[in-house]
């Protein structure tokens, strides 16, 4: 570490040797006439340098009649010889272009990141992704955006296959996506059943190419006001591909490190799977697993003068994870994927003042996730066919998820200054379930080994109009923008085959009168129980299609009052049909203290529609509570069980969100810092199990709901501080520090009349609090020597506390009991900082080759592992995660 910090220090005194006297200078701008902040200056075949600062300015003392070497990335760079003291440059973009004007957060046309009053991160994902071997996009922004969290589930049932994100520890489903600043549907999963962001739904970044992204605004700021509903958190605008520059692509090959330490066994007294790469599974030994393997491709060729049409293809294909687990869970580890994407981006120019443009594409995956083991009968466990499994078996929870999306519009600018921008965008979400290498006990030999479980789906269309103008002559610039939007939802449960969620009686019939039938029952007298083990298939009991739809009345603008002060302000009405109408507001301002330095801050309301999914989702599953089988029903939040227990219908979420910071950029050197609180009322969430044995359900021992049942309150700091500069022509440098300090607290829970601990424990209030660790900061590293490239990032990660399985197995009623509880059942995730580093070199134009690691040091969450840990394996799914180190290869090309 010492080593480092001298590098550091070195690194910046050269760079500030290098900026020399004022003697030439000048202003370097795009082709546009913007100006390039942070561009580089190098006097040709010397180490004179400097950069421009934010309005694009530089100075440069250097020999009469030399060459200046204009670069900055994403732009070709140019060379000119000087003749004046005073010298402009315009420089021309290149293939990708890294543009700081926004889209999210502001539809002013003059805002740039520095410059907006509300906190946006610019997020380089091309480069990101070409760098550090990640495939999936939650785990490229788990790393780059201070607050952004997410982290691969294990035995999670339908979360195993999407990875819950979110921003600021707030819900997913409290995070609004856009693409190209159009609304993205959500995924029609709902997370219930040992995960991150239980009882909501999200959606899922993992179906877009990460090839196809130029680059991701996040917007972390409540903008309720601005996009409608879900924008609690803020907003992730993903901005597609638009290069024109022929194809682009890359071969990816990784994977992890089975290496986990030794002397579990001891500790635990207790025979374990999957240590060290032995005794596993899936009768291999291995160094290695989840070999990942991505080929991806990317294709740009220009329509007319102004015109383009980008394509972007991937295939993707990742094996299981196995680590330490019990013989209870035997499959601990993150899934297996096998997944095809394709993304078109395209614009057309119709005239000189308007333009079709459209965007969509089609995500398939084939994903395998290993449930809970099921031991013998002969071991007492008589979810077993004998005959089938005489010695046990682990249920395969397969999937089949297809996501697609289409979006279309025009774009006109009138004559009298107002752009217009008239689009529909519809996308659709569908899991449909396969369970393998299972049985249905209760048909005892007869049972089939896999199933169609069913499945469920949701789409979404949106139609809106937008207008917005800027005027340039009043004050000193105002941005005037309004529209209006309609959009409907539907969500649809379909039910799988009969064995997979019937239960069945002594002669083979599904039990529907258990009055009248007997259940099939075992050796010993006991019944034996219905459904596919591991899921339990969708049942015509539990199909669903339900569809509403809202309107959506905005308008914007942001003031200009004076070169240094801005007012930025929006109000939006919405009415949905299912539960009525909601109107909000924001207000913020940015206040230009000096040339470099800005204070900003913000004020706003927010809300969050219930879900279809948290709306009319039910399910019978089954908990594991320490190997053993917990039947539960989820009901329907319209239905009479529901009403029966006292559980309200579901209304909107409410937020009041509050920002201040500040900006400050001179030279390569940025900072931001901006502190925040959001408040939510009504939060919807996943309540605890309520005893349903007098419910005459057969095999029903619980029962789960859905309910506004929190008030929260979040606090934090988000910073980030980025340094770059050139030593010379052949060097440059760039250091970045991000940071996100977070703490929720529950401020009142709505048990009404109900237990408090039934309702909701301390068990899933943890679960809650930590769906963001207290601290995440990130140092960030980069250097450039002529074709070679070397990245170095530093993550630490803040202690976790977690309240484990055993309140469900005993759970508390009374505080006494809770107070007994917290002694033991409290597990402490200790604070970890993991190592990511990588190298490039480039072979030609053509080539470039890539190798790294991400954890190198192969770090993991410190182990409970007692038995109790909700995902029953070597730890719970926090901070980075349960799969270790990962190393890989890249060859990228550029034909």
């Keep these: 570490m010492k080593k480092l910090n001298i590098l550091l220090v070195l690194l910046c005194f050269f760079a500030n040797i290098a900026v020399a006297q004022e003697l030439v200078s000048g202003i370097v701008t795009n082709v546009s006439g913007e100006p390039l902040p942070g561009a580089s200056v190098i006097e040709k075949g010397t180490s004179n340098g400097t950069v421009t600062d934010f309005n694009g300015n530089y100075k440069i003392s250097a020999k009469k009649g030399a060459t200046l070497v204009f670069s900055f990335v994403g732009f070709q760079s140019k060379e000119i010889q000087i003749a004046s003291n005073n010298l402009n440059v315009s420089l021309e973009e290149k293939g990708e272009q890294l543009s700081e004007v926004q889209i999210v957060g502001s539809r002013s046309t003059k805002r740039t990141a520095v410059d907006t009053p509300v906190p946006v991160d610019v997020i380089d994902v091309s480069q990101l992704a070409s760098k550090n071997g990640n495939v999936d996009l939650t785990q490229i922004l788990q790393y780059a955006a ?144 989840g070999e990942t393997t991505k080929l991806d491709l990317n294709y740009g060729v220009k329509i007319g003068e102004k015109g383009f049409m980008n394509f972007t293809t991937e295939l993707f294909s990742k094996e299981k994870t196995l680590r330490p687990g019990f013989d209870w869970r035997k499959g601990y580890g993150s899934a297996a994927v096998d997944a095809f994407n394709f993304m078109i981006n395209t614009m057309i120019p119709v005239s000189e003042n308007t333009e079709i443009y459209a965007f969509g594409g089609k995500n398939y995956r084939d994903t395998n996730a290993n449930a809970f083991s099921r031991s013998s009968f002969a071991d007492g466990d008589n979810r077993s066919v004998p005959s089938l ?34 689009n529909n965008t519809f996308g659709k979400n569908s899991f449909h379930y396969f369970i393998k290498n299972t ?73 529907t009168n258990p009055a009248t039938q007997t259940v099939a029952f075992d050796t010993n007298g006991d019944d034996l129980p219905g459904g596919s083990q591991g899921f339990p298939g969708y049942s015509p009991d539990n199909e669903v299609d339900r569809s509403r739809s809202n309107l959506g009345l905005y308008v914007d603008a942001e003031f200009n009052l004076s070169d240094n002060f801005l007012v930025a302000t929006a109000l939006r009405y919405e009415n949905y049909s299912d539960f009525g109408s909601t109107f909000n507001y924001k207000l913020a301002s940015r206040f230009k203290v000096g040339e470099n330095l800005s204070l900003r801050g913000s004020l706003s309301t927010g809300f969050r529609a219930p879900s279809l999914a948290q709306l009319y989702y039910n399910l019978i599953f089954t908990n594991i509570v320490n190997g053993q089988s917990l039947t539960s029903l989820l ?55 309520f005893d349903a044995s007098g419910l005459g359900i057969p095999g029903v021992e619980a029962a789960q709901f859905f309910a506004n049942g929190v008030d929260t309150k979040t606090q934090g700091l988000d910073m980030v501080f980025t340094y770059s500069g050139s030593i010379d022509s052949d060097n440059s440098f760039i250091v970045g520090l991000t940071g996100n300090i977070n703490d929720l607290k529950i401020e009142k829970i709505h048990n009404g009349n109900l237990n408090e601990y039934t309702f909701f424990s301390p068990f899933s209030r943890a679960y809650l ?87 190198i040091f192969n770090q993991y969450a410190t182990p409970q592992f007692d038995g109790w840990t909700d995902q029953g394996g070597l730890m719970d799914s926090v901070q980075m995660g349960s799969d270790g180190a990962y190393f890989f290869g890249r060859i990228g090309f550029k034909l």
Excluded: C
Aim: aromatic residues 10%; glycine residues 10%; without cysteine.
């Design 389 to 422: 499994y005489p010695n046990g078996f682990t249920p395969q929870i397969t999937s089949n998820i297809i996501d697609a999306s289409v979006s279309a519009g025009v774009r006109h600018l009138m004559e009298n200054g107002w752009n217009v921008d008239f």
């Design 146 to 289: 201070p607050s952004f969290n997410a982290s691969k589930q294990s035995g999670s049932d339908g979360a195993d296959h999407i990875v819950p994100a979110s921003l600021r520890g707030l819900g997913p489903d409290q995070t609004l996506v856009l693409i190209n600043g159009k609304r993205r549907h959500q995924s029609s999963l709902v997370n219930i059943f040992g995960t991150r962001g239980r009882g909501n739904s999200g959606t899922d970044l993992n179906a877009i190419p990460v090839s196809a992204i130029k680059r991701i605004e996040v917007l972390r700021d409540g903008a309720s006001a601005q996009y409608g509903s879900d924008a609690i958190a803020g907003v992730i605008n993903i901005v597609l591909k638009d290069n024109t520059d022929g194809v682009t692509g890359g071969l990816t090959y990784g994977a992890y490190s089975t290496a986990i330490g030794k002397g579990w066994e001891e500790a635990t007294g207790e025979t374990l799977h999957n240590v060290e790469g032995k005794n596993r599974l899936d009768g291999k030994d291995k160094r290695f697993d």
């Design 635 to 689: 009901s329907a939040n319209n239905s009479t069980v529901t009403k029966g227990f006292g559980i309200n219908q579901l209304t909107e979420e409410k937020a009041l969100n509050g920002s201040i910071g500040f900006t400050y950029k001179k030279g390569g050197f940025t900072a931001t810092v901006d502190a925040y609180s959001i408040k939510v009322d009504d939060r919807i969430v996943l309540t605890d199990n």
């Design 769 to 855: 609090e930590a769906a963001a660790p207290d601290y995440k900061f990130g140092l960030n590293m980069g250097y450039t020597h002529k074709k070679f490239n070397a990245n170095v990032v530093l993550t630490q990660f803040s202690e976790v506390k977690l309240q484990d399985f055993q309140w469900v197995d005993t759970p508390a009623t009374t505080q006494s009991e809770a107070n007994a509880l917290y002694e033991i059942a409290t597990d402490v995730y200790k604070k970890k900082m993991i190592v990511d580093l990588n190298f490039s070199y480039e072979i030609s134009k053509s080539f470039t080759f890539t190798v790294g690691g991400n954890n």
């Design 439 to 511: 049985n249905n006990a209760s048909l005892k030999d007869a049972s089939p080994t896999d199933f169609d479980a069913g499945g469920h789906s949701l789409s979404q269309n949106t139609t809106g109009v937008d207008f917005n103008k800027y005027f340039e002559e009043a004050a000193s610039g105002i941005s005037l923008a309004f529209g209006m939007e309609y959009r409907t939802e539907n969500f649809i449960i379909f039910s799988g085959e009969e064995a997979s969620y019937a239960l069945y009686d002594v002669d083979g019939l599904p039990v």
